[in-house]
Nanobody
Framework: QVQVAESGGGSVQTGGSLRLSCTVS??????MGWFRQAPGREREAIAA????????????YYSDSVKGRFTISRDAAKNTMYLQMVALRPEATAMYCC??????????????????WGQGTQVTVSS
């Protein structure tokens, strides 16, 4: 059974930083993604990473709302993905969820493509 677990959320002030972690067990990973959902809003894709294959190198994808401030990385040996977030703003307050699939996705920011999801970790940014 595939298990996805996030950690690293917390409360910070505007301009602060956090690093979220996501560990997958029970399956190999082709693509991992980060999504967030604020109260009353739809789940939003913010970042994803597609692993390398024989044809293409690994590649990271970001939504326009976080590009330049969030960085995704992965430790393949630990099957863990990280989301480094800097210059956080109050609008970043949300539940952050990690998702994984063993498929190398063409559209990694599409939440419908993922089979396995974590429970989420809360991020709160105060002004």
């Amino acid at each position: 059974q595939v298990q996805v677990a996030e950690s690293g959320g917390g409360s910070v002030q505007t301009g602060g930083s956090l690093r979220l972690s996501c560990t997958v067990s029970g399956a190999s990973v082709g693509t991992m993604g980060w999504f967030r959902q604020a109260p009353g809003r739809e789940r939003e894709a913010i970042a994803a990473k597609v692993e390398e294959n024989r044809t293409y190198p690994s590649k990271a994808y970001y939504s326009d709302s976080v590009k330049g401030r969030f960085t995704i990385s992965r430790d393949a040996a630990k099957n863990t993905m990280y989301l480094q977030m800097v210059a956080l703003r109050p609008e970043a307050t949300a539940m952050y969820c990690c998702a994984a699939t063993n498929v190398l996705l063409w559209r990694p920011l599409d939440r419908r493509s993922y089979e396995s999801w974590g429970q989420g970790t809360q991020v709160t940014v105060s002004s």
